[in-house]
């Protein structure tokens, strides 16, 4: 069974960090793009970050481009996200995700991985 786990969620103030990471299990990853993504109450899920399975390329949303930065672990099947400078914007269940097709691309789109995670809440507060 292939499981995403997400961890590193919580409460934090506006202008602090939070580092967020995703477990994979059940297959290997290392050849396939993996991202994040976000959802608040009420709204849609949205891209916020993604990784090429050698860590070549990265995507981020124009929102928390120069304040996230995506990484990953293939040695240990996980992804990460370092959050800085956070904003009460940033709040939102965050997801990890995942390709099943070994590829280059990085996608964007929720329609172009295929894994998810339970979410982790992260809350930031004024």
């Known amino acids: 069974q292939v499981r995403l786990v997400e961890s590193g969620g919580g409460l934090v103030q506006a202008g602090g960090s939070l580092r967020l990471a995703c477990v994979a299990s059940?297959?290997?990853?290392?050849?396939?793009?993996m991202g994040w993504f976000r959802q608040a109450p009420g709204k849609e899920r949205d891209f916020v970050a993604s990784?090429?399975?050698?860590?070549?390329?990265?995507h981020y949303s124009d929102s928390v481009k120069g304040r996230f930065t995506i990484s990953r672990d293939n040695a240990k099947n996980t992804v990460y996200l370092q959050m800085n400078n956070l904003k009460p914007e940033d709040t939102a269940v965050y997801y990890c995700?995942?390709?099943?097709?070994?590829?280059?691309?990085?996608?964007?789109?929720?329609?172009?991985?295929?894994?998810w995670g339970q979410g982790t809440q992260v809350t930031v507060s004024s």
């Open positions: 990784i090429s399975w050698n860590s070549g390329r990265t």
């Open positions: 059940g297959r290997s990853f290392t050849t396939s793009p």
């Open positions: 995700s995942a390709d099943s097709t070994p590829s280059p691309q990085v996608p964007t789109i929720t329609a172009g991985y295929d894994y």
